[in-house]
Structures are given as structure tokens and as C-alpha cells.
């Protein structure tokens, strides 16, 4: 009797273990059969909801103001940079002048006495004793008026008229150029010399006399429209300095009288000038 309960008791025993190992071996064949590789699997990634439905956050939804008629496109427009000049170009005159004599500008001086007979000697020459020859000069056009031309300009004349020979202001307008054209493209382009005096009366002359202790007592060449002064150079922007517009005018000046063209004398305040020959 007690053999066979053992017997049963036995058998339900394994009878449990094997439905227990059929169980989990199932399972196993579920898991293995359902896993695929890694990169076969779909990845789906998963986004954040926006801050506007998380509760307790309402935030206002703003747009771009746009102009109308205006292109939306995100187009980036290139363009140059605006550069403002250092200086703007200034009155003539308006600046510190620089200075034409004997002190700036080295040039030989001719002698007076050659001064006078070059004047007496130019076709158109006389001697201007007063306003009524003077106006006589003009009528006939033995003189002419003188007006600011390129690379000079003519200053407020006090003792003098601004009335040369016809010949002599030819001279005026060749200096005036070529000056002009030895500044054209430097810093000192528009920089223009400044003429002093020119055609005096003997009656100005006179009264010019006794003021001024370097004005001759003998016949002024300005008498007879053959001279003019140059007494500075006008810089036409503040950068210019004086070295460039001296120079050249050095250099015109040594030419014109190289060429037998004019007599020269360097004075004080000014550089007088007498046409000695007439261009050809």
C-alpha cells in the first residue's frame, strides 16, 4: 500500500516539471521567432510637444511686419560701402595761401632796365597815363580785360586794373594751363595762382609810391600793361599742403624764362613778371 502512493506521488511529480518545461520552452520559441536584426527594426523618433500645449504656458503668436510690395524672398543684397571724402573742396581763398617770393621760390633775377625795354618794345605797347588813356587802350583794343582763367585767379585789385596787352594776357592764360595741367591728377589738383597786379596809371603808380618803398620811381612796366605779380597760390582742400603747388611753380617759372619768354624778379611778396617775347 505504501509502495503505490509513493509511485503516485512520484509520477504527478514529473508530470508537472515536463507541462513546466513545455510551458517555457514555447515562450523561448515566441521570443526568438518575433526578434528581428537592429537594422531591420523601424526607428520612430519621437518629438516634444510644443511649449504653446504644455499646460500653463500661452505664449502670443507673433508675425513679421512686411512692407507691402516688398519681396519676401531671404536674399541677401550686396552693395559698396559709401565712403565720405576727408575734405570737401573749399572756396579759393578761403584757406592759408601759399606764398610766392623770393623767399619760397628760388628763380634768377633779370634786371629792371631789361624789364623796361622788353615792355617799350611789345607791339602793342604804350604808356598808360591815366584812366582816359587807359579807357583809349581798351576802345582800341590795344589792351584787353583780364577775368580768372584756369590755374589762376585774380585778386581784388586796389592800386591796379585788371587790363593787360593782348599779348601779355595770352602769356597769362599759357602759364595758367600749363600750372593747371602739372597739378591735374595729384592731391593738389584745383590749386590755381593768384595774380596781385597788373595794369597800373602812371597816376596809381605814383600813389602806389608812397606806400609801398619797393615800387619803382622810375616808368613801372606796369605802365604799360606788359607786367603782372604773382603773389600766392590758393589750395583748393585743406589736405593740400604748399610743397607740391611751389614746386611746380618754381619749375613753370624757370621754364617760361629758359625759353626766353619772360623776365623775372623775385621780391618780397610777390614774383614780377614782364613778357619778353611774344609766342610764336
Avoid at 531591420?40 to 507691402?68: D, F, R, T, W
Avoid at 606788359?226 to 589750395?235: E, L, P, Q, V
Amino acid at each position: 500500500m505504501s509502495t503505490s502512493v509513493k509511485r503516485d506521488f512520484r509520477w504527478d511529480r514529473i508530470l508537472l516539471v515536463a507541462l513546466i518545461l513545455i510551458g517555457c520552452s514555447s515562450g523561448v520559441v515566441a521570443l526568438v521567432s518575433n526578434e528581428a536584426p537592429p537594422s531591420q527594426q523601424k526607428q520612430n523618433l519621437s518629438h516634444p510637444e510644443p511649449i504653446s500645449k504644455i499646460n500653463g504656458y500661452n505664449l502670443p503668436e507673433k508675425e513679421l511686419a512686411v512692407a507691402q510690395g516688398e519681396d519676401t524672398n531671404n536674399e541677401f543684397v550686396l552693395s559698396e560701402d559709401v565712403v565720405e571724402p576727408k575734405t570737401k573742396d573749399v572756396k579759393l581763398g578761403s584757406l592759408l595761401p601759399c606764398s610766392c617770393c623770393k623767399k619760397t621760390i628760388r628763380v634768377p633775377k633779370n634786371p629792371y632796365t631789361r624789364h623796361q625795354s622788353a615792355a617799350r618794345s611789345l607791339p602793342s605797347s604804350f604808356f598808360v597815363k591815366n584812366d582816359s588813356e587807359l579807357s583809349y587802350g581798351l576802345s582800341v583794343n590795344k589792351l584787353v580785360e583780364v577775368s580768372d582763367g584756369r590755374g589762376y585767379r585774380i585778386d581784388r585789385l586796389k592800386y591796379s586794373k585788371a587790363v593787360l596787352l593782348p599779348e601779355v594776357r595770352d602769356l597769362l592764360e599759357d602759364m595758367g594751363h600749363d600750372y593747371a595741367d602739372a597739378l591735374k591728377g595729384t592731391d593738389s589738383e584745383g590749386t590755381v595762382f593768384r595774380v596781385t597786379s597788373m595794369t597800373r596809371t602812371d597816376h596809381q603808380q605814383r600813389s602806389l609810391r608812397r606806400r609801398n618803398r619797393n615800387a619803382t620811381k622810375s616808368l613801372s612796366t606796369h605802365s604799360y600793361g606788359a607786367s603782372f605779380d604773382i603773389a600766392f597760390m590758393d589750395r583748393a582742400n585743406e589736405d593740400d599742403n604748399c610743397n607740391r603747388p611751389t614746386r611746380e611753380m618754381q619749375k613753370l617759372l624757370l621754364r617760361y624764362q629758359k625759353e626766353g619768354r619772360i623776365l623775372i624778379i623775385p621780391e618780397g611778396g610777390c614774383m614780377h613778371i614782364t613778357l619778353l617775347r611774344v609766342k610764336s
